[in-house]
């Protein structure tokens, strides 16, 4: 039998699927990019398998990113599901909370995750204390139960006022539908959230009935998929919180795998940063229609519990905090009617993209504007079907912007850069200095495939004084799947006044979250070699409705702990202090993180022993004018090599511009290593 | 005179200032204790001209009803100011000075660039009580000013950055829940801070010319921004008009008539024909009246960014003599968060004919506001609790309008139900949507929501600012009105209207009592005759119209044991309604 000592690592992409293969050592390392198969993702990953020639009884964990459940709903190509809620309350879903889907302009659609007809109501009712002010009508929720499925339903949820504090009458519910449900998809609220907001743990919980009988049959025919070809050890699904879950159960909470695209990559950053002596880095990852920024401190990722998915689609279990605007290298630049230019959001897509992708696209986008200014090969622009003349791309600049700005069409090109640039440094911004962190302190970890590009010169913008570029920035959410934990994180609400808490009933939550925890780690029996916990708590003055997230040191936490913690956080954050009001304790959070095998990255270095030289020249633009700048292919940097900008670096996966002043440098762990100039 | 500057720098000058702006805004919302402000964003901010006090950049996250008063908030405190120095801060809420009514308490600063004065800091947040005759300062009944509170002309709260201790005490001594105002008081002079910061930074950046030459292209080019916008409105006169349904005192409807002429590229609002000042609390400063018009305007056209020039091609005739020019002592608690609407309403009706794929039918435009104010016995404590809500909105071109959108002045969102069971001696039994109340069209109104909350223990009393209790919101182009407002009070077990519909106070309250609140649902566009029968039946399917309803507003007929669509029948009846209307 062959060793069992390789890991996978597998992103399911919206256009492609992506996949790294390592040996557990850091010897072999293969990396595969196959077109995503939109109908069965599952063909598309055991395509990219088969295409690294590696037998399957040689792996020993494969970790699985998939896009399945997010599109699934952003398309609604749900399965049908039901609701059995509080009698009084059957809209909840269906009226949000009184918003439109744009501040100004009373125009808009809104269709409920779950129509009017499959929405029933049982007579039951929790006070706010969780003392039971009607006894649950058993009867009525088997009726509701059988009418659900003479309707079609495959999946229920049920979701009863305050079952967060209490929910007995939730859990005698789920029991009474189980009953007669002939397939599990029975989701109980409290389950998936145990926090206050009927709207949002309502949302929340009707997603995850409705993505379950999804994610569900994907992975079934993953796992089928593998069996007949022999592999019989872990599949680990990534979650929206950064971690991985066994494919056993990832099921039961089906909504934790929103977001896991995204989360994957910031993963990647963290591990790679961290090992690269950058524990302090803001990520930021550019592609075809929009980029994506985060935050990592201290090793850890900015995780958030209030993602609204799309307009009145809360989903709040924590996440990965990751800030996304529409600017992507197919963003569309124009003049509007006050002769100012703007970019993006409107994307031209995969289809017709930008112009230089010689499919009809005749808009400028900000992927043309880089290779009109030599950033990008204009020799590329031959290795399309229908090619595009630069002299065409051109023509078009002119013509739509240019002529209303007064300039040429490189002159045209720059400005979209730089307007699409202090957008996207806004988006940083937003995730730093907002937040009350100072770029300075910070690295930036630039990846996707278009990343590289801007990166610099947003370092520049913002003050952070170094860069990082990963190995290979075109495949990082893969590699953020190699390198995940195994996460599972919990939520409770307390919302009582410091002063007052039941101090014993705090420890008593902290640990069932992490027993909980452990236990269900256990159960997965996922190979780990220790277990962390993370633990915070939400914090507000009395009165208020916003909150703020401390850390907390331990289990036994202190209400001075509590008390002196909020108040410097708050200081931190608003420079104020209130020694007037009282504070509040409203959530504790755990998090139990099974810690993986650490994954060797010197592994994805480029092969060495190249000699680092130039392969070639172009004029190249840059703020301070045209300049000849000489071309480096990424693979023949060997470690150590060190360079100064003006400089282009191209790989397969991405293009590296290194600004005039800045000096480059290559690691031993395959990363580049950019100084900013003055930074 | 045509600008140096190159086209980049400018846009990203105006995303700097604006950035700005959103800073503030978004340090007040996360520092508040007003769940107005923290949950409701009622509350803006923004950087004014030095000079003028024209407004120079407002967040993206305000609320719309401040995009104009806050400009004439500030001119009325540069007006005034005197021997201005860094760190001054001044407080002040006089409807009469630029403002809206007494809750809304704006915060003015100087902002020094390199011991200049070079612009002005600004921001506006609903403070949930301001003293007066009912906590939380809506009054329905009131006649004079006084009544509806603590009236602060321009004062200086922070001297040199210190806050002054005496003005301080005058305030908390005159209001409600005085102990977590200090918290908003802080919250809202922090949101300030933040914005002098970051305007430093911007002007240290780009430099102080450069930064003020941006400014003045910027007013030039949202002006001409408009007039692009307003050049699609062909050249005529239109008239629209919107019904407030009483001033909470006598009995009888105010209208506003609203005669828009557009030549060229101005458009000149005439509400000259409109009802005279009220008695009640229903009459409009000049400020808010102006406001609520160009808040229509970037309803209608939502692109266009807000600053002084935007507003240049509006030009509205001052309404002397009717109750959209409040002046001393008239009551105004109801013109930021009813009247205004009805103005926009009037502005909407009056452009559907000439823009009409742009448009829209009424919205249910009113802020719901229902205020109850008790004492709990568990707790030992006082209470006054607020619940807003939304309404339907109209159908349009592009499809069926929105059920439970925000008011048109608004952006906020609702408090949460167990939040408020949470914080208060209530029950709410029933939150659902109000069946029934989508005005009927070829594209219908969305619908308003149907709430019941019951007293849970001691005793309270309940005020209602609402509106639309007479008349549902109008329908457009042949569509029909939106379902109305609708209060109902039970208590010791009988049945209690309040006689002006949608607006009342003072209503005693005990444990076991409930209250019952119908929000209107929003026009309909179009003729429901067109209206897609396979449309109407999904709908009866939802339970969100009867059958009965249907056959009469939209003449088609659903089988009511099946409940489908019966289309022949339908044909014949429509057939018969269309030959009717012919005759």
Redo the contacts between chains.
Sequence with gaps: MASQSKVVGVDVGGTFTDLILMDADGGDIRVAKVPTTMDNQAFGVLAALEETGVPLDEVRSLIHGTTATTNALLERKTSAAGIITTR?????L???????P?????????NPLI???RRFEVSE?M??EGEV?VELDEEEVRDAARALLDLGCESVVIHF??S?INPIHERRAADIVAEIWPNGYVTMGHAILSE?????RGVTGAVNAAIQPVLDRYISRLRDGLAERSYKHDLLVMQGNGGTVSSTIVVEAAVKTIMSGPASGVMAAAYTAKDAGMPNVITYDMGGTSCDAGLIRDGVPQVNSELELEYAMPIHVPMVDVHTIGAGGGSIAFV???????VGPESAGANPGPICYGRGGERPTITDANLVLGRLDPKALLAVENPVSLDAVGAIFERDIGRH?G?DAAGAA??IL??AN??MA?AL?LVSL?RGHDPRDFALFAFGGAGPLHASALAKELGIPRLLVPARPGITNALGCLVADVRHDYVNTV?APVMDLDIERVHAILAEQVAEGRATIEREGVEVTGITVLRSADMQ??????ILTIPLSGEEVTRQELQEGFEAAYWS????E?P??RSVLVNLHTAVIGKRKDVPLGALAHANGADGKSTAARRVWFEAGWAETPIYRREQLPTGAALGGPAIVEQLDSTIVVEPGDRLEADARGNLIITVEGG | MATTLDPVTLSVIQNGLIQVCNEMDLAFVRAAFSPVISETLDRSDGIYHRETGALIAQGDLGLPVFVGTMQFGTQEVIRRARAIEPGDMFVVNDPYLGGTHLMDVRFVKPFFYEGELFSWLANTGHWPDTGGAVPGGFSATATEVEQEGLRLPPVKLFKKGEMDEEILSIILSNIRIADQRIGDIKAQAAALTVGERRLTVLVDRYGRDTVEEAIVELRTRAERQMRAKIAQIPDGVYEGQAFVDSDGVVDEPLRIAMKITKKETDLTFDMSGSSPPCQGPMNSVIATTKSSIYLAMKHIFPEVPINAGTFAPLAIVEPGGTFLYAEYPRPVSGCAAEVSQRIAEAVFAALTPAITDLLFAAPAGTSGNFALGGHDPMTGRSYVMYLISGGGYGGSLDGDGMSNGCSTIGISKTTPIEIIEQRYPVLIEEYALHEGSGGAGEKRGGFGVRYRVKLRRGKARASFVMDHGRYGPQGALGGGDGGVNRVLVKRGGETYIPPHLSKDQDIHIAEGDTVSVCTPGGGGFGDPLERDPALVEADVGRGYYTVDEVADLFAVVIDAATLTLDAAATEARRAARRGRAAE
């Design positions: 009084g309350f059957r809209d909840v269906e009226l949000g909370r009184r918003t439109r744009q501040r100004y302009g009373l125009k808009g659609h809104f129509s009017r007809e009712r006070s706010a002010l006022f305050h967060y206050y907001r009927e709207y949002e509007d009617d006050a002769g100012m230019l703007q700005l300039l720059a400005a730089r307007i202090d957008r806004g911004r907002s919302n003055f009395l009165g208020q409705s916003h954050r608003f420079e104020v209130l007037e009001i």
